[in-house]
């Protein structure tokens, strides 16, 4: 059984940072698009970043860019989100996701789905 498990979540002031965490298990990745979306309360979820296989193409939504930053490691198996000078507006559920499309990922209609982790801006 194939498990995204996501971790970082938490509680932050705004102007703050937080990474969050992605580690794939239950199958081999390799040749996947991973990615980033997000739900906030009482909102549609969008997508937020995603990162090629081998990393060479990176995406950001308008509203992350320049704040947000996707990456992989490839020896721990792990992606990552670094999120610097968090918004309010930046709370939300953030779900690791991974497809073999990257148009997919970035529709948010990816294969495979984590559970989620809670991040909370406080203003």
């Known amino acids: 059984q194939v498990h995204l498990v996501e971790s970082g979540g938490g509680f932050v002031q705004a102007g703050g940072s937080l990474r969050l965490s992605c580690e794939p298990s239950?199958?081999?990745?390799?040749?996947?698009?991973m990615g980033w979306s997000r739900q906030a309360p009482g909102k549609e979820r969008e997508f937020v970043a995603a990162i090629t296989w081998r990393g060479g193409d990176r995406f950001y939504a308008d509203s992350v860019k320049g704040r947000f930053a996707i990456s992989r490691d490839y020896a721990k198996n792990t992606m990552y989100l670094q999120m610097t000078s968090l918004k309010p507006e930046d709370t939300a559920i953030y779900y690791c996701?991974?497809?073999?499309?990257?148009?997919?990922?970035?529709?948010?209609?990816?294969?495979?789905w984590g559970q989620g982790t809670q991040v909370t801006v406080s203003s």
């Open positions: 996701t991974a497809d073999l499309y990257t148009r997919s990922v970035v529709a948010g209609t990816s294969d495979y």
């Open positions: 239950g199958r081999a990745f390799g040749g996947y698009t």
